[in-house]
Structures are given as structure tokens and as C-alpha cells.
């Protein structure tokens, strides 16, 4: 939870800005890629905050990461910081990761039951 949290409220060029919303829309979009859906959210705010080129990086990141190029990297959010793009990656990575956790307590849960 600490890379959800982390934010400098800033976003590109535009302080003072709460990024809550785009970062909670990356969670669930990785956890929707995944087949994790939850019902007290609203899908369309992914399309209406992540463009394609986005979501393209997003779902290689996190289904192939071996597939990820430098050129796909520099190629969403062009006017972006890099420790903006850094936080994206870490976001993704801690997504992933829980994701890859719930499926495992499922698997325990349904060995135990």
C-alpha cells in the first residue's frame, strides 16, 4: 500500500493535483486484466482516464514483462516526469502482485475446505 499511497500531487507539468482517482483506475485495470473485477466500482473511469497507448503498456508490463521495450516506455505519457513513469511501474508490479496473492489464498482456501 505504500506505492498506492505515495503521490506528489502533481501530474506532467500541473501542481496540486489528487491523483487518487488515476491510480485507483490503474489498480483495478491490472486486476481487471487479471480477471479480478469488484463491484463497487465503475469500469468506465479506466477508459476515461488510461488512453491505449496506456493500457497496451500496462497489460505487457504485467502479463509479458519480458516483452516490454524501452520504445513502449517512452512512448506513453510523452510529456510525463520519469519518476512519474517509475511510480506507473511500481503501481503495476504491487497490483500484480497482490493479484497473484488472492489467487493463491483462493487456491489454500479451496485445498483447505
Excluded at 4 to 25: E, F, K, Q
Excluded at 49 to 54: A, G, I, N, T
Excluded at 59 to 70: D, F
Excluded at 99 to 107: G, N, T, V
Aim: glycine share 2%; hydrophobic share 40%; with cysteine.
Amino acid at each position: 500500500q505504500v506505492v498506492y499511497n505515495l503521490t506528489y500531487n502533481t501530474i506532467a507539468m500541473h501542481c496540486g493535483v489528487d491523483t487518487s482517482m488515476l491510480r485507483r483506475a490503474i489498480w483495478n485495470y491490472v486486476h481487471c486484466v487479471f480477471g479480478i473485477r469488484y463491484d463497487d466500482y465503475d469500469y468506465g473511469e479506466v477508459n476515461q482516464l488510461l488512453e491505449r497507448s496506456l493500457k497496451i503498456y500496462i497489460k505487457t508490463v504485467a502479463c509479458y514483462p519480458e516483452k516490454t521495450t524501452k520504445r513502449m516506455y517512452t512512448q506513453f505519457w510523452r510529456h510525463f516526469k520519469h519518476s512519474e513513469k517509475v511510480h506507473i511501474n511500481l503501481l503495476l508490479l504491487e497490483a500484480r502482485m497482490q493479484a497473484a496473492l488472492l489467487y493463491a489464498l483462493r487456491a489454500v482456501t479451496r485445498y483447505m475446505t
